[in-house]
């Protein structure tokens, strides 16, 4: 399978989305500073598609060549488009949010303050919420005694897009040197859901006091949904040692993996108020019946699994310490598929283009991985539908 490099490509993908809308070795602690160097692009605004936006149905996998949209990213982490301005990264180690512009131009349009980035901590997990005309980011990352989601309006299109002023949304949520979670996504209610890593402190995954070992979910503003399962907590799922990846079937169904600890990675359906067993079971072999199951499970060497994006009825997953992409038929856990083995190295990120095609990013500059030529990279990944 060949890999070409193409700024009309980055164009393509930017057009499609406009039209349809696991643990790392310790590392030195660095606190990060905000100064944004010069910038330069030009583009045109646009609204931002999310996960859930997902029209298609049916199995897909990938097909054909992977097309390499930007390279020499520094420990890439999250991919967030912005219509069409382009992509969004953050990188982890830098704590700097780049834009991947439709020329396939790559530039800095702002850095997080107070980012410490040691262990699996950093600058993690971003989301785009459009709200009429105003955009804004939204940053899951570590600091000196927590981890914490901010967010900042998105200011001026093309050469001139920029991160305004942080607001916080929730803070002291439990961190550690790893399980610190990271992944944030706006649901098909219009919600922030985030995924927070146990912190180390396993036992507590199961209290809902803790805000450690769960998916939470608020509004955007940071209060909690009079609808939540557990009232007056952010907390929507428990149970949970370190989840990553979340998204959304067309349907509503939500997804989430998770990071086992040595014997099973998991692939879990996730259901308001649910209790995923984490530190008492790990995967499926338990008929203890106060748990979920989860729907599929990998050995921790094969996956170490990342972020998730859904297309049609397959959920892609990203694959770590695996090394490759995974696919999932949800009505069938046992259907997996796996592409890219050994091709690409670490796979950090997924996420949905919203025409059938997928983005990823690899991760092989985090210091855990194999640098090669280039890395890190951003690619999209040309998919078609499958007869299962």
Known sequence: MSVRRTATALAAAA???????????????????????????????????????????GPYS??????????DLDAPW?????GADGILISERDSAQIVLIDTAGQKRVIGGVGGVTATGEGGLLGIAVQSAGTERRLFAYFTTADDNRVVSFPLTGTGASLALGAA??????????????????????DGLLYITTGDANQRDRAQDVAY?????????????????NPFAGSPVYSLGHRNPQGIAWRADGTMFAAEFGQDTWDELNVIDPGANYGWPDVEG????????????????????SPSGIAVIGDTVFMAGLGGERLWTI????????????????????????????????ITNNTDGRGEPR????????????PTSG
């Open 15 to 57: 057009v499609s989305m406009l039209v349809l809308s696991g643990c790392d070795s310790p590392r030195p602690e660095r606190t990060v500073s905000t100064a944004t160097p010069p910038v330069v692009a030009t583009a045109s605004p646009s609204p931002t598609p999310t996960e859930s936006a997902n029209p298609l149905a």
């Open 211 to 227: 805000l450690g070992g769960k998916i939470l979910r608020l509004d955007a503003s940071g209060s909690v949904p009079a609808d």
């Open 167 to 188: 607001a916080e949304v929730i803070t002291g949520l439990p961190k550690a040197s790893n399980h610190n979670g990271g992944r944030i996504a706006f649901g098909p």
């Open 373 to 384: 030529p280039g890395d890190d990279t951003l690619y999209r990944v040309t998919l078609a």
């Open 284 to 303: 499926t072999d338990s008929s203890d019946t106060r748990f979920v199951a989860p729907i599929a499970q990998w050995a921790t060497d094969d996956a």
């Open 78 to 82: 999250s991919i967030a488009p912005v």
């Open 329 to 360: 038929d949800p009505a069938s856990g046992a259907q997996t598929r796996e592409f890219f083995s050994g091709q690409l190295g670490r796979i950090r990120d997924v996420y949905s283009a919203g025409d059938g095609s997928l983005l990823l």
């Open 62 to 71: 990938p097909t054909g060549d992977l097309t390499a949209l930007a390279n």
